[in-house]
Each structure stands twice: as structure tokens, then as C-alpha cells.
């Protein structure tokens, strides 16, 4: 299987977890699309959650806004592929919910797929509607996660990559 | 060609001469003076629409209005550049391919062309000064409706003027909606006259729901053979306001119908008079009139006069009035209190059931205009009567409030952050801009002098709110910049190394970073005194912090997070024994409560404008005068300075020396306003609301078990702010919750990460409250917060 289809079959499990019968009643339908089932269980159960003893990739951040804080650990092998990746944190339930969604989507991957991600993707990823005021939380796991791969690489991070805006 | 005449005035006739779209309006004046025209029909707001046709300026030379076809006068408005648009004052809710109209800011020329029919809507928005004129004639068989819409909620004073002419062709229907709502400083008058002809009917509706004084006359004639007047008249009057009504109607004709219902209701000291008067002349047999007139009154200093009367000349006719005017029942009160109803409640029922009535009859046509009305009774009786802690306090003077979000009504409970604006405020920094710009203390022109004025005067009121002089207020940008001033100016001066700094472990940013950094150039060193788990100062800590001898003390009056109400006069009091210059916070403070700076005898304090229904970009530095002149500026520039040469400088004294550049003007002028505004409800007001909100709030809050409140228990050194937090769920996602439900809290830490890492949280939500806020707010937030309950499955 290769990695493109991996992430979309992710993608469908998630979609198909996200049934609205599955909510109580009385709960506002743009909840339902927020904070759905399975972004509740990431932020409840992370997976990849701890840390790793001789990382070769590690960067910490914080969202002062939220005062979120995303730290990542990864190890990658010789061929560049990402053997073991692990996150902690605190913060809302977005942020902590991405980067759980995002280190579990990047085990095993090469890390030249950290470089390519996007916006865009990450946000595909997460599957919810998220606002402006929101944004920050939801893409500060990219964020320090490709912090992390380019030192590892040696290079800068472009400015408008970084950005979470 | 259709022609009508009509005499506006003695000296002056109009006549609308018309020919299937094609028409002029014409007005003759005895006397030769444009002055006199423009008045009627000022060219400036001349907008008209009447399918094909549109008006266009008013001509210089004949002194008549042309009308022609709306493309051409798009035209002409593009080189006047202005605008038609469907917000122009005159809506029409079906174009009249052969009708003409013509509207201006001060009057309505509507000729209907016979069978046409529509609604048409004058709205009388502007505040000023008013007088219009209208003339309506209803060609044969239309069908017109004419809702004059006075709804007003400016505060400002005014008088108002209203003529309108109506004539009715044969089987024509005309229906005049007077929608009247007004403060209590404008004055009003009004004077219809209709001419009824055959067979046509006159539908008149006035609410007359508040307003200073008003004095409406009505004639009208029915010269047709069975012409048809039906009149109906609400006046719901409060405080001192005097309302008087003098309605005439003349059957000149056969088969005339009159058919006029009063209904008044007088609450406070407030006076009604309603005369209405039927004469049926010998020419009118056989014609059918009824009037009826009903008042209560519902306070022992109302008073109401209902004088029917009727002259009958002719020997057929059906004719009969009654009257009454009567106390509000304390039976049916006690009757629907016994049937749950709480006693406001009860009381609105009766009295919006005794006035609405009228409206429910059969030969009344529905219209958007009477579903005004019922709204504007239940509106107008909610403003008498209501609980501020129910509906909120003056809710109506904050136009933002009056909006859904995310479809739902907005609760907007950030007030700590920043407070919603009244229309005065930005009124007045409006007319600030639009009349009296201009540099200040700088030019000796006029403008210059009066801004200069407006900006000295709102310096003045500042003083006064919190019993300072205005040599003591500098003005700033926000309580953040003045903190800034005050520290780097002491760091300069008084500060050496090793001295000590005393702040306090509930500081917000802007009173920990600005310190931070005087201590980095002087080094010097900053003391923290500890907040107990009930989230007061430690008293422990504050006298081991005093006995350092700290060079400054400084410290919030009230906090952001846990809204303590820190004793501000005792503090100062120990901190001036320990030899410090003492800075007080009021961020917090001076929004929700009176401050007397000299009763805290405090060196310095400082707060925001924007915090307080002012604008933002002002704020506030009050300094104590011997300290104020003892400092050397933080900024130089323009303003400050008394005489400047490249080898030397000297600086103004007073305040002026810290105001560099041109200040924020129209914001001083604008807190000034707010302050006004905050003055006449009284600051000893504005705090027993927000502690009864506080209250309200905290039971309900803690009735929600999931719900963790922080910060003391004992309300009454509380002031209108709470945190909380729900479950172990991060304050954003609650907050994001909340606002699908339209309910606007702050989340997150607060700008106070020290306090938030004393509590051992990240972050908390927090409702905060102001005067517009009501116990619906805190309900919704209540109700909000079980949905978040659900959602996170807690």
C-alpha cells in the first residue's frame, strides 16, 4: 500500500466514525461538525502521546494565545524514514487532537513528506471546519514538527511556512 | 393629464400635474423667495422613484420639480454625486409605473394614479430639526399605504414639525401609519388634513409611544357620498411627557361613515388630552359615526382627559361616543399573579391588551404598520417597566448588541477585555470630526479654539470621575502605555540599583513586562506578593514584600481573572509607610465602580478608555502634581515643549509635557463622552447591577457541577468579573462552544501567565459584565454551557 491511499483510508475511518446519531441531543449541529467524535477520541486518547530517549528530531513550541504547547520527538533511519515519532503537550483540544492525528499519519513516512506538508493537507487531515481564531491550534503541530525536520536537515524554515496564519 | 392642486400653506400652492409618468410638481409661491421652497424640498436629499419616472433638482428659474425617467436622473446624480439607492429614506415596496412621487428629507409628494396601490415607507430617520411636508392624493380606486416612521432611539433634542395633506378621489383607500416613538427631549407637533370624496376611506393609525410633548390635530372632511373615516389612536405616555390630540371629523356628505377609537395609557407624572370631535352638518344624513375614548392611568401623578364630542346638524344620522378614563385594576393584577405571572409581567399584559385592542377589529386591514405598533407598545412597556437586571440597562443605546450570532441573539460577556460603544459616544466623536477638527493648543483659528476646548474639557471630566485635577490627568493611550510611562520615567529618575519593586502575583502583563524592563536597565529587583487559593493577597507575603522598603509598590485595584476588589486605600496607606511611590491598576476598577484618587491618596493611577464605553486608542495616567512635575518626559516632540533651540530644550509644565505629538483628540472627546454618559446613570449604579449580575451569575455557575470556579467566594469584594473553567475541557474549546450558542467570553490565560501558573491552570473562561448586560446574557451562558456539557461528553 502506498502512503497516499494510507492517509485517505485514515481519512474515511474518520468520516465514517462521524455519524450524528452518535451525538446527544441538544448539542448544536456546528459542534457536531467541530468537535466530532473522532477529534474528541484523539484529544482524549492521543495516540504517539510521550517522549523518546535519542531523538534525532525534537523542536518545542507554544501558541501564546492558547498557551498550547506542542513538543515533538521523532528517530529516523538511514534512508530518511521515521521510525518512531512521539509528541507531548497540553492545550485545547484541537491542537492536542492535530498533532496526535499528525504524528500517527507521519510514522514511517520519509520525513521529505514532513517538508511537502501543507496547510492544506493538515487541515484535510484534522476533517473539521476550523476558524480563523481557531487556526493557530489546529496547524502548531505541523508547525513544530517541521521546525524539528529542517534543523534535523539543516535548514532554515521559510518564514511563510512557519506561519500559522 | 391628471392635475391636483393643493395649498401647503397660504403662500404657497403645489400642484402635481401628471400624464402617465410624465409629470411635473409644481410649487407657486405669492412670494418670490427660493428660500422658502428649499425649505420645503431641499435639492440635496431630493430622491424619488416612481417606476418609470424619477425626480430631478429643483429648478432655480419656474421654482418647480420635474420629474423624469429614472435613468435619467441616475445620470444627473452621478455628476452630483450622490446617491439613489434602496436605502434612500423612501422605500416603496412596488414601483408605480404610473404614479409619480417625489421624496425629500422633509416630505413626501406621492400622486397615485387611479387603481394603483402600494406601501410606501417615509422614514423620518434624521434627529435634528425637523419639518416635513406631504401631500398624498389618491387617484380613483387606489389603494395606498403610507407608514410615516418615526422610530427614533437618538438622545438628542429636537422639535419636530409634521403637515400633511390627503385627498381621496372617489373609492380610493388611503391608510396613514404614524409610527411615533421619540426621547423625551423632542417636541412634536402634526397636523393632517384629509378630504374624504365618494365612497373612499381614510384609515388612520397613530402610536404615539413616548416623546417630550406632542400636539397632533386631524381634520377630516368627508365631502363624497359615502366617504369613510376610521381613526385609531394609542398613546402610551411616561414621565413628564404631555401628549395632546385634536381630532376634527366634518360629514359634509350623504352616508358618511366616521369610526374613531382612542386609547391612552399616562404612567409617572405624564399628562394625555385627547378631543375628538364630530360634526355632522345638514348636508351629511344619514351618516353612521362612532367614537370611543378609553384612558388609564397607572401611577397617582398620570393624568388623562378624554373629551368625545359630537355636533349633529342633520336629523338621520346614527351617532354615539362613550369614554372612560380609569385606574390600572389591582384585581386583575392580583387575578393573573395568582395564575403565575409576576407582577411586571401581569401589569404589561393588561395594559398592552387594553391599548392593542382597538387594532383588532375587523374592518382594520392588516399591515406591516399595526405589527409596528404592538411591538413598539411591548418595546416602549419593557423600557417603563423593566428590570434592568432582566432585559440589562439601556440596552437600546448599544446598536452592536442588536444582532445574532451564529443565529443566535448575542450575549456578549468579554467586557473585561473591551465594552461595547452607546450611539453618543460615537455621535459625538462624529460631530467632533464632521464640525470641530482641528489641531489643538497649536493654531488661534476657530476650529483650533474649539478643539482645543473639547479636548481640555474632556481632560476636565476625567478629573472630576475620579476626584483628581485636570493638571494631574495626562492623557495616553490605553492603562498598558501609561504603566509603560510611569515605570520607565521612575527607572530613569528614582531607581537604582538593588532597589526593590513590589508587585503582586494577580498582575496583569501590561503591570509585570514594563517593570521587567526598568529593571534591566537599573537593576533592580522585583518582589511578588502571593495570592491565597481564594484568590486574595496573602497578607503574609505583602508584609515581608513592605519590609523590603520596595521603591514602588504597584498593584491592580480590581483583578482580571479572579475579579478581587483589592483595598486599594489600605495599600496605599502601608505602602507610603514603607516609603514607596504607589501605582494603582484601575483597568478594572474605573469602568465598574466610583474611584476617588484622593481618597486612595494612591501617586498614580492609570486606566483605559475603551474598558468604559469609551472609544479605544485613550487612556488615562493620573499622576499625583508634585510627582507629575518632578518627572522628566517619556516622549519628546511636538506640544510638550516651552522653548526648543539645538543647544537646549525646556518642557511645559502640567500634564501637557507627557503628551508629545498630536494626541488621540476625538478619543479624549469621545471618553469624555462616555463618562458623561456613565455619570448620569451614576457609577454607584453601574456597580449594584454588575454586583447583582455577579450574583446571578455565581449561583448559577455553581450550580453546574462540572463547572470549577476560581477566585473568592465572598461576592462582596468581587467586582464583575468570573473565571471558570469546565471540567478538564481547555477554556478555547468551551469558548468555541459558547459562541456557535452566541454567547462571547474570553478564553485563555488572560494576559496573566503568572497568576494562571500560581492557579495551577493554563487557562480559564471568563464571563465579565457591564451595565447592558442582563440576567437573558447569563441564562444563554448557562444554557450554552450545558450544550458544551453534552458535546464533551462531561
Known amino acids: 500500500m502506498n502512503e497516499k491511499t494510507d492517509v485517505d483510508a485514515g481519512k474515511e475511518g474518520k468520516q465514517t466514525a462521524q455519524t450524528e446519531d452518535s451525538f446527544p441531543d441538544g448539542v448544536p449541529f456546528e459542534s457536531r461538525l467541530m468537535y466530532t467524535e473522532i477529534l474528541l477520541d484523539y484529544y482524549r486518547n492521543p495516540r504517539c502521546f510521550g517522549t523518546i530517549e535519542n531523538y534525532h528530531v525534537h523542536a518545542r513550541d507554544t501558541n501564546p494565545s492558547c498557551g498550547d504547547v506542542i513538543e515533538f520527538f521523532a528517530r529516523v533511519n538511514r534512508d530518511k524514514v521515521i521510525t518512531d515519532i512521539k509528541f507531548t503537550g497540553k492545550g485545547c483540544a484541537i491542537s492536542q487532537a492535530a498533532a496526535s492525528m499528525l504524528a500517527e499519519a507521519m510514522m514511517g513516512k520519509n520525513i521529505d513528506e514532513i517538508v511537502k506538508l501543507d496547510k492544506k493537507q493538515m487541515l484535510d487531515m484534522i476533517g473539521i471546519p476550523i476558524s480563523m481564531m481557531r487556526l493557530k491550534c489546529a496547524l502548531l503541530g505541523m508547525k513544530v514538527l517541521k521546525v524539528g525536520v529542517y534543523q534535523y536537515l539543516g535548514k532554515e524554515v521559510e518564514e511563510d511556512e512557519s506561519s500559522t496564519d | 393629464m391628471a392635475t391636483s392642486k393643493q395649498s401647503m400653506k397660504e403662500d404657497l400652492m403645489v400642484s402635481i400635474q401628471s400624464d402617465k409618468g410624465d409629470g411635473y410638481l409644481i410649487i407657486e409661491s405669492k412670494e418670490v423667495s427660493p428660500h422658502k421652497i428649499e425649505r420645503f424640498c431641499s435639492a440635496e436629499n431630493t430622491i424619488a422613484q416612481s417606476g418609470k419616472t424619477s425626480v430631478s433638482w429643483i429648478n432655480e428659474h419656474d421654482r418647480s420639480i420635474r420629474f423624469m425617467p429614472i435613468k435619467e436622473a441616475i445620470t444627473a446624480d452621478a455628476q452630483n454625486k450622490k446617491k439613489i439607492s434602496s436605502n434612500s429614506p423612501f422605500f416603496t415596496s412596488t414601483p408605480q409605473p404610473e404614479s409619480n412621487l417625489a421624496c425629500f428629507e422633509a416630505g413626501v409628494f406621492l400622486d ?515 510627582l507629575l512635575n518632578e518627572l522628566l518626559p517619556f516622549l519628546g516632540g511636538g506640544g510638550m515643549i516651552k522653548e526648543v533651540s539645538f543647544e537646549k530644550v525646556s518642557f511645559k509644565s502640567g500634564p501637557e509635557r507627557f503628551e508629545a505629538g498630536t494626541p488621540d483628540i476625538a478619543g479624549a472627546v469621545g471618553l469624555g463622552a462616555a463618562i458623561d454618559y456613565l455619570e448620569t446613570i451614576g457609577m454607584e449604579n453601574v456597580k449594584a447591577h454588575n454586583d447583582a449580575l455577579l450574583a446571578y451569575a455565581w449561583g448559577k455557575l455553581s450550580s453546574i457541577k462540572q463547572v470549577k470556579l476560581y477566585g473568592p467566594a465572598e461576592l462582596s469584594i468581587r467586582a464583575g468579573a468570573i473565571s471558570f473553567n469546565l471540567g478538564d475541557i481547555h477554556a478555547h474549546d468551551v469558548s468555541s462552544v459558547l459562541d456557535e450558542e452566541g454567547v462571547e467570553i474570553r478564553a485563555g490565560n488572560h494576559c496573566a501567565m503568572p497568576l494562571m501558573d500560581r492557579m495551577g491552570v493554563a487557562s480559564t473562561c471568563r464571563a465579565s459584565f457591564h451595565i447592558y448586560n442582563s440576567k437573558r446574557d447569563i441564562d444563554q451562558l448557562i444554557e450554552a454551557l450545558k450544550k458544551a456539557i453534552k458535546v464533551f461528553r462531561l
Open chain 2, 112 to 626: 397615485a394614479a387611479e387603481g394603483s396601490s402600494g406601501t410606501f415607507r417615509h422614514i423620518l430617520v434624521s434627529d435634528a430639526n425637523l419639518a416635513d411636508r406631504s401631500i398624498v392624493t389618491c387617484g380613483i380606486g387606489s389603494d395606498i399605504t403610507l407608514i410615516i416612521d418615526q422610530r427614533s432611539t437618538a438622545d438628542t433634542a429636537a422639535k419636530r414639525n409634521g403637515y400633511l395633506e390627503a385627498k381621496l378621489d372617489e373609492r380610493s383607500t388611503l391608510m396613514i401609519i404614524e409610527l411615533q416613538r421619540f426621547n423625551n427631549k423632542v417636541l412634536q407637533s402634526t397636523t393632517i388634513n384629509a378630504e374624504v370624496g365618494k365612497m373612499a376611506k381614510l384609515i388612520h393609525i397613530v402610536a404615539t409611544i413616548g416623546g417630550g410633548e406632542s400636539d397632533s390635530k386631524n381634520n377630516f372632511i368627508i365631502t363624497g357620498h359615502g366617504g369613510e373615516v376610521i381613526q385609531r389612536h394609542v398613546t402610551l405616555s411616561s414621565g413628564k411627557e404631555d401628549h395632546k390630540t385634536d381630532t376634527q371629523i366634518i360629514h359634509r356628505s350623504q352616508c358618511g361613515k366616521s369610526d374613531v377609537a382612542v386609547r391612552s395609557v399616562a404612567d409617572g407624572n405624564s399628562k394625555i388630552v385627547s378631543h375628538s370631535t364630530v360634526r355632522i352638518e345638514t348636508s351629511g344624513q344619514k351618516s353612521v359615526s362612532r367614537v370611543t375614548d378609553h384612558s388609564m392611568m397607572i401611577s397617582p401623578g398620570a393624568r388623562c382627559e378624554s373629551i368625545p364630542s359630537m355636533e349633529i346638524l342633520a336629523n338621520d344620522v346614527q351617532a354615539g361616543h362613550s369614554a372612560s378614563t380609569c385606574q390600572l385594576d389591582l384585581e386583575n393584577i392580583f387575578y393573573l399573579q395568582s395564575r403565575g405571572l409576576d407582577e411586571a409581567e401581569a401589569k404589561k399584559q393588561i395594559v398592552t391588551g387594553f391599548l392593542k385592542g382597538i387594532f383588532d377589529e375587523e374592518n382594520l386591514p392588516s399591515s406591516s404598520g399595526v405589527v409596528c405598533i404592538n411591538e413598539l407598545i411591548e418595546d416602549r412597556f419593557e423600557t417603563l417597566h423593566h428590570d434592568p437586571l432582566t432585559s440589562g440597562m439601556n440596552r437600546g443605546d448599544f446598536p452592536i448588541l442588536n444582532q445574532k450570532i451564529n443565529g443566535k441573539p448575542l450575549a456578549y460577556l468579554d467586557n473585561a477585555a473591551t465594552t461595547q460603544k452607546p450611539k453618543i459616544v460615537l455621535d459625538v466623536m462624529e460631530s467632533y470630526y464632521l464640525k470641530d477638527n482641528a489641531n489643538i493648543n497649536r493654531g488661534v483659528h476657530t476650529l483650533g479654539e474649539r478643539a482645543t476646548c473639547q479636548y481640555e474639557s474632556a481632560r476636565k471630566k476625567v478629573a472630576r470621575f475620579i476626584n483628581a485635577k485636570p493638571s494631574e490627568i495626562v492623557f495616553v493611550r490605553n492603562a498598558t502605555e501609561a504603566i509603560n510611562l510611569i515605570a520607565y520615567t521612575l527607572a530613569r529618575q528614582k531607581m537604582r540599583v538593588s532597589d526593590r519593586i513590589l508587585l503582586t502575583a494577580m498582575e496583569h502583563h501590561s503591570n509585570i513586562v514594563p517593570w521587567q524592563l526598568a529593571c534591566a536597565e537599573t537593576k533592580a529587583m522585583i518582589d511578588v506578593v502571593d495570592v491565597t487559593t481564594d484568590g486574595q493577597l496573602d497578607p503574609e507575603s505583602l508584609r515581608r514584600g513592605l519590609a523590603q522598603s520596595p521603591k514602588i509598590f504597584s498593584f491592580t485595584h480590581v483583578s482580571n481573572v479572579l475579579g478581587t476588589i483589592n483595598d486599594a486605600k489600605e495599600l496605599t496607606r502601608r505602602g507610603h509607610q514603607a516609603g514607596a511611590i504607589v501605582v494603582v491598576d484601575g483597568a478594572q476598577s474605573a469602568p465598574h465602580m466610583p474611584v476617588d484618587v484622593k481618597d486612595i491618596d494612591c501617586d498614580v493611577f492609570v486606566f483605559s478608555g475603551h474598558k468604559m464605553l469609551g472609544p479605544t486608542g485613550i487612556g488615562v495616567l493620573y499622576m499625583k502634581q508634585g
